[in-house]
């Protein structure tokens, strides 16, 4: 069987670091084209999915943020002035202190007087949806906190690709070995097997990484002047903060909370990447037929496979977004008893309890916004890093 017609793997395995990453594995061409993308070797391939990844990161992650802030605020999470109460000013100015500036920003008119400080009312630290949520990040945190969490993101991309990538073909090379000869009606759904697994794998691996992106966005730095914990001191914090809280015997409890909400996150990773698949490749497919085919020139191609991976990152996001909130509370959850007794069903049901479908849909707006043109960008940059290194293969 032809190579081209032999593999037609699937596309996502998740929609930030994997969406950026399984280009390099599972992406194809058109027929014609993709003799020449097969002679692309690992390193290339990995080379050009650790592009995607670094671009959509770096465009994407404001979204990613705002969406995160949502689904926590409904979790509880409280976002007021770190110096609204009398013991943090206490602490912060001494006994001393008579008048405090504590307005949510300098341009804000609806802050009034508690005695000596001037203190902003709780709505303004209230998120009321995705611009509102980017707006007073920016207003009161400073612009480059919208990019919190980015360098975490950007972490998880290399060990992501050098676990999956391998994994990947090792896999689908024995799925499609053993049901060639045994059950040939399956090969077709090899891809998707090997995918998840391989996936899975990936995300065992590097979860804590996913972790401590989830909290460095969700969280505020509660200390005036302090800069915010990175990767390493927010892994620090969870594993120091269950040793402390601990009565038993067991140190590797502490560790063990690392993986907090993996489940959660496999439960949306694999119906993502099975929607997202199933509706890139013939919405792909479709798209570049009505631009001319195998003869389309490289422009139509990447409008063509930006526009296909907008829509199925746009879809696959929307129908995932109820195990996508049940992640992020699950992640956030600061009590590491409770955490690490629920499971994703139960997180599920006290979501639904608490906010309805509503609470099931939160951050539904930036997920949706971020996921489609995410998938769009690493596809179109994952075409082109493959053409340019096409090009040199060929005229060296």
Known sequence: M?????????????????????NAATYRSSPKKSSNSDKLGIAERAFSAAGAAVLSAVIVNPLDVAKT???????????????????SRMSCFGPNMMFADLRCSPSCTRAGFHG????????????????????????????????RGTNAGLALAVPTVGIYLPCYDIFRNWFEEYTAKNAPIA??????????????????????????????????????????????????????NVKGTSNSPN???????????????????????????????????????????????????????FSAGVVAGTLAAGATCPLDVAKTRRQIEMDHVRALKMTTRQTLIEIWRDGGLKGLFTGFGPRVGRAGPSVGIVVSFYEVVKFALNHRNVTT
């Open 116 to 147: 000596t400080v001037s203190l902003c009312p709780p709505d303004c630290f209230r998120y009321k949806g995705t611009l509102d949520v980017m707006y007073k990040i920016t207003q009161q945190e400073g612009f480059t906190r919208l990019w």
């Open 187 to 240: 090969t077709p759904y090899v891809p998707l097997v090997a995918g998840s697994l391989a996936r899975s794998l990936a995300c065992a691996t590097c979860y804590p990484i996913e972790l401590a992106k989830t909290r460095m966005q969700a969280f505020k730095e509660t200390q005036v002047g302090k800069k915010p914990p990175g990767v390493y001191q927010t892994l620090l914090g969870v594993v120091s």
């Open 251 to 305: 140190s590797l409890q502490g560790y063990r909370a690392l993986w907090t909400g993996m489940g959660a996150q496999l439960a949306r990773d694999v119906p993502f990447s099975a929607i997202c698949w199933s509706t890139l490749e013939p919405t792909r497919r479709k798209l570049i037929s009505l631009v001319g085919g195998d003869d389309a020139g490289i422009l139509s191609v990447l409008g063509a496979n």
């Open 69 to 87: 802030r949502l689904q926590a605020q409904a979790a509880g999470v409280a976002y007021s002035h770190p110096l609204s109460n009398l013991i």
């Open 2 to 22: 032809v190579d081209s017609d032999r593999i037609q793997n699937p596309w996502m395995a998740s929609e930030q670091t994997s969406m950026n990453l399984n």
